[in-house]
């Protein structure tokens, strides 16, 4: 497994196991069926589903079609990301990170990812 993937099952099971982070997902969707964002990494192509019922979160193999979000970088870049050690805007403009689409969708996950580390 990954330090990716790890990084992905830790905020899953974060998620199951704090009330307040399901509201915090459920408020992130809104009236939506869910949240799409695309992972393109030198490791390989996964895309999460962010969904305001059960299972909440869920990361599959492969490109989604057409997603809110696409994030390409390598998974370390996106790990220095995840954990707060690289500083987003800095990868951005280094061109170590490339987001496509909705981009606003950041700010949220960014939110989801502090308050899941928080909890420990």
């Known amino acids: 497994m990954s330090q990716l993937d790890e990084f992905f099952q830790f905020l899953k099971s974060k998620i199951h196991e704090k009330e307040d982070l399901q509201s915090f997902v459920k408020n992130w969707v809104g009236h939506y069926y869910g949240k799409i964002?695309?992972?393109?990494?030198?490791?390989?192509?996964?895309?999460?589903?962010?969904?305001?019922?059960?299972?909440?979160m869920e990361v599959r193999e492969g490109i989604y079609p057409s997603p809110d979000v696409i994030y390409k970088a390598s998974v370390a870049t996106l790990m220095g990301i995840f954990t707060g050690e690289t500083p987003f805007k800095q990868v951005m403009k280094s061109g170590e990170l490339e987001v496509i689409g909705n981009a606003h969708e950041s700010d949220p996950l960014a939110n989801l990812i502090l308050q899941a580390m928080m909890s420990l």
């Open 37 to 56: 964002l695309q992972v393109i990494t030198d490791e390989g192509n996964k895309y999460v589903v962010i969904t305001p019922h059960e299972p909440f």
